[in-house]
């Protein structure tokens, strides 16, 4: 999507400029993101390994901006922080967080202690921390506030089971999602979080969602993010795709105009195959 507009009162994710002469112009477009859970895979060593070897290749091979985001176990969340330093187009992510600030809250990590050690996004509502965790859409809602008072940006995940997209009911599964945890969010708020639409038959299933899937229900968030807080909020929301994303499918789905990168679970424990995915956004 691109828009072009005369300031740039929008967020960075947002803006581009070209100058032409005397003259500046700003296109408005979507920043790509692809992000990388890791759940809970790789020892210290082996998450280190992986680390570096990605924050090498998007020096050596990224020559445009795409915004990749690394979701380590807590335990190595301070040792890959160090690891990217100052990396151009690499940050840190948390798979989870407690919505509590502090106190009795035994195997709890805090907004705070992430913020402590680097952590700039948090993955919220994985559809595993839904269906192992019990986490419900209120419990997210209270995530969220937690995260977005902290200062750092949540990766809101939402999608539908199986049994819904059979009943074909996925547009209103998702809806209520986003409703029950999101629509609280002033427009401020709003504009910190990236939306990651994982249809749950697809995340580790090697079933993909087809181009079209993806884009037909990016297309509905957008319109229910467009009902809440207008349409210029709506289309600077980066909203992205998750489950079974593969250097090979990976181009077409991003290509679509309303799937702004991926939020990669398998792919990307393999440096190789995740850089190929991230090349897939460019
Ligand atoms: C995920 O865990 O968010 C995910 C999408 O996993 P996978 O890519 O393995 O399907």
């Known amino acids: 999507m691109l828009i072009v507009a005369k300031d740039r009162s929008f967020p960075a994710h947002f803006t581009k400029n070209l100058n032409f002469g005397t003259q500046t112009i700003f296109f408005r477009m979507r920043t790509k993101l692809v992000a990388g859970n890791w759940k809970m895979n790789t020892t210290p060593e082996e998450g280190q390994k992986l680390a570096s070897e990605v924050v090498n290749m998007v020096k050596d091979e990224l020559n445009r901006e795409v915004q990749v985001v690394l979701a380590p176990p807590f335990t190595h969340l301070h ?34 202690m992430l913020k402590a ?15 192992f965790f019990k986490e419900s859409n209120q419990q ?46 002033s427009e401020e708020q709003m504009r910190k979080v990236v939306i990651a639409y994982e249809p749950i038959w697809a ?40 489950g079974s994303v593969k250097p090979d499918n990976a181009k077409s789905l991003f290509a679509k105009p309303d799937v702004d990168g991926g939020l990669v679970g ?6 190789r195959d995740f850089m190929d995915i991230i090349k897939g956004a460019v």
């Open 140 to 185: 997210l809602a209270k995530k969220l506030d937690a995260v977005l008072a902290g200062g750092l940006q949540p990766i809101f995940c939402c999608g539908e089971p199986l049994e819904i997209r059979e009943k074909e009911d996925q547009n209103g599964y998702v809806q209520r999602q986003l409703e029950e945890s999101l629509f609280h969010l």
């Open 117 to 131: 050690v680097g952590v700039k996004w948090v993955i919220l509502g994985h559809s595993e921390r839904r269906e």
């Open 203 to 242: 995340i580790g299933t090697g079933k993909t969602a087809s181009d079209d899937q993806a884009q037909e229900m990016h297309a509905h968030i957008r319109q229910q993010l467009a009902g809440k807080w207008g349409q210029n909020l709506a289309n600077e929301i980066r909203i992205l795709y998750g």
């Open 266 to 271: 398998g792919a990307s424990l393999k440096s």
């Open 79 to 112: 040792q890959v922080s160090r690891l990217i330093g100052d990396a151009k187009h690499i940050s840190l992510a948390a798979q989870n967080v407690s919505e509590h600030e502090k106190g009795a809250y035994t195997g709890e990590i805090s907004v705070g």
